[in-house]
């Protein structure tokens, strides 16, 4: 096959293919949500997945009954909440881990019953980073919050937020990791918003999985230069939008697939160039040929895509 009839033919077939208008999937009663899997009663949700009851969120994992709230994980009844893990009953926290019941507030650890505080670890009952008694505390927030209006509040959090001092890293249970916001990870070099990631180079938002460079929105392994490459997919470069893809290269939103080079809208087929099948040893012979003369080209990377 020549290579210029080769470019042609795969930009002709990705951009006359009708596009898909969400790329959510396995969802239920789920409503104008972008690039959300395995999700239940949610609603304008973009991005993450396994969340129930969810409303107005981005990059929600694992979460349940949480609304406008931003990368957050693990989580219930939150409700704008932004970079949180494992929290619940809480409202308007910014970089939390392992905290419950508590409000405006920054960078707490393992602490519950906190309002107006921040950078605090194994803290409870604190009202603007002093110590109280249970009932003490109650009293306090209960007063506070009737003579505060809600804005109000919500402009001391944020001039909370803004004044106190900040670590330049953000990891949670991380080893030998280079990049922020990362959690449950190993060997991760410029990584950002990872979770349960293993040797990653260069990715940001997505994780579960291992040996993946330069990638977005993406799990996996032994995955290169892919964008919304999800569930379990394996060993594929420069594919976008696909699931549970094997040993695919130059794909567009295909499921299911394996060995397939340079095809779109595809589902559980294998062996395929250009949409069109081969038997095995055709299709290997087909796909060295045109790798070769992709990299004589020096064609052989994202730019394809584009």
């Known amino acids: 096959m020549q290579i210029e009839y080769f470019i042609k033919t795969f930009r002709d077939l990705r951009n006359q293919s009708p596009q898909l208008s969400s ?18 009663n949610t609603y304008y949700l973009f991005y993450g997945g396994w969340a ?14 949480c609304v406008d709230c931003l990368k957050i994980e693990n989580s219930s009844l939150c409700y704008e909440c932004v970079e949180c893990i494992q929290c619940y009953n809480s409202n308007y926290l910014l970089k ?39 009932k003490e505390y109650e009293k306090l927030v209960r007063k506070y919050k009737d003579t505060k209006s809600g804005q109000q509040l919500y402009d001391e959090w944020l001039d909370l937020c803004k004044n106190l001092p ?4 953000n990891m949670t249970q991380c080893e030998n990791c280079i990049g ?3 959690s449950f990870s190993k060997n991760v070099y410029m990584g950002f918003d990872l ?15 291992r040996d993946c460079c330069d990638t977005f929105l993406t799990t996996g392994e032994l995955n290169y230069e892919c964008y919304g490459v999800t569930k379990h997919s394996y060993n594929c470069n420069f594919c976008v ?34 949409n069109k099948a081969y ?23 994202f730019n394809l895509l584009m």
């Open 23 to 40: 790329t959510s999937r396995d969802n239920e009663n789920s409503l104008y949500t972008e690039g959300v899997a395995y999700s239940k």
């Open 52 to 65: 129930q009851d969810c409303y107005y969120g981005e990059f929600l994992v694992k979460c349940q009954d």
């Open 96 to 134: 939390c881990n392992s905290v419950h019941d508590s409000e405006y507030c920054i960078g707490l650890r393992n602490s519950s019953s906190c309002f107006l505080s921040g950078n605090l670890e194994h803290a409870a009952y604190v009202f603007k980073n002093k110590k109280y008694s249970k």
């Open 166 to 169: 900040r670590l330049n890293l």
């Open 180 to 182: 922020t916001d990362l």
């Open 195 to 209: 979770v349960n990631a293993e040797n990653f180079l260069y990715s940001e938002e997505g994780g579960f999985g």
């Open 241 to 274: 939008a696909c699931t549970t893809c094997v040993n695919c290269e130059f794909c567009s939103r295909c499921y299911d697939c394996s060995d397939c080079f340079a095809c779109v809208y595809l589902k559980g087929k294998k062996f395929h160039i250009l």
């Open 279 to 301: 038997s095995e040893a055709d299709y290997h012979r087909e796909v060295e040929s045109l790798k070769k003369k992709l990299h004589a080209d020096r064609m052989y990377d």
